[in-house]
C-alpha cells in the first residue's frame, strides 16, 4: 500500500514538473517572439516615418507653402492653391500594424501615434477638396 502510495506522488510529481517546463519554455518562447515583433515593427515605423519626411523635404511641400504664405501676406486679396495628391496606400506600415501600436516600446507609441494623426490631418487638408488645396 505505502508502495502504491508513492509512486503515485512520484507521477504526480512528474506531471507537475513535466507541465512546470512546458509552460515555462511557452512562456518563454512567447515573451522572446512578441520583442521580437515589438523590435521588428518598431524598425519597420521608423523607416517608414523617416521615408515619409524625406519625401516631403525633397518634394519642398513646406518652402512652397512658406513661399505662399509670403507672397499672400504681402499681396492682400490674393489667393492661392496647393494641392497634393496622395496615394491611399501612403503609410501602409502604420495602417496595416495599427492593431499592434500596443507593441511599441513607450518612448515611442505616443509620437508615432501623434505624427501620423498630423499627417493624416495634413493630408486630409492638401488633397484635392482639402482647406489648404482649395484656399
Known sequence: MNQEII??????????????????????????????????????????VKVTLELIEAREYVENIRQIVETMEENEGMTYSFQVIVPDDYCIVYKSNA??????????????VKFYQFLDGIICDVQPGGLIANN
Do not use: M
Not at 22 to 44: C, G, H, N, P, R
Not at 99 to 112: A, Q
Open 7 to 48: 509512486t503515485a506522488l512520484f507521477g504526480l510529481g512528474g506531471v507537475a514538473i513535466g507541465g512546470l517546463a512546458t509552460f515555462a519554455s511557452t512562456y518563454t518562447l512567447s515573451k522572446i517572439q512578441k520583442k521580437d515583433e515589438s523590435t521588428a515593427l518598431s524598425s519597420a515605423i521608423v523607416t517608414e
Open 99 to 112: 492593431d499592434k501600436i500596443g507593441l511599441l516600446p513607450n518612448t515611442i507609441r505616443d509620437k508615432v
